[in-house]
């Protein structure tokens, strides 16, 4: 029980920390909550810090789910563990304690949890992202139709439960996250991405 309740009190704080206002004030100086959306994620930070910006924050955030189940398996854990410590590092990026738990939205770091989860399934998930976004040029509707649909592929590759369990959640939270967004959609207000 110690080792899970310190992976998953590591993996809340490697999510917590704030890649996108780091890299965004390394780069131009400013902070991606008060300018654009408001988001600390790549997009926002893209938009108001510039594309090399958005791309290394991307990156970082991605890397923070990544590297929290890795670890988790490197220490012996079973699908259950490196699930929930995925999970608390995606509850970290969301509610971070270093930014008083106001948080992004959590798909880039989300993206890094199910790679390293279920390798199989996050690659189709990253095509269905592409192919929504491409088509739209809406970001956030292929943010949201690529973790609504991960669950499904998770199950197709043959994941256990606790994983599949684990992606239900992670996509409900990241569509409660886009709310705004998907207000904004439906008014047809949405920023494009081009």
């Known amino acids: 029980m110690f080792k899970a309740v310190l992976l998953w009190f590591m993996a809340y704080l490697l999510g917590s920390t704030p890649v996108g206002v780091i890299v965004a004030g390394y780069f131009s100086h400013c902070d991606p909550r008060k300018l ?30 990544l590297l929290a189940v890795w670890i988790a398996r490197l220490c012996g854990a079973g699908d259950g563990l490196a ?23 959590g798909v880039a770091t989300a993206l890094g949890v199910f790679l390293a989860l279920n390798p199989g399934a996050t690659v189709c998930g990253v095509l269905v992202f592409a192919v929504v976004t491409a088509a739209s040029h809406f970001v956030s509707l292929g943010s949201i139709c690529a973790a609504l649909i991960m669950p499904v592929l998770i199950c197709q590759f043959k994941a256990g439960w606790q994983i599949v369990f684990t992606s239900v959640l992670i996509a409900g939270l990241i569509v409660y996250r886009h709310r705004d967004n998907l207000l904004r959609l439906c008014r047809g207000e949405e920023n494009r991405l081009y």
């Open 83 to 105: 699930a929930l410590t995925g999970l608390s590092a995606f509850l970290g990026h969301l509610y971070p304690i270093f930014l008083d738990f106001k948080g992004g939205k």
């Open 36 to 65: 654009g959306s408001g988001n600390i994620g790549a997009t926002n930070v893209a938009r108001t810090a510039g594309k090399k910006a958005g791309l290394i924050t991307l990156g970082g955030d991605c890397l923070k789910g």
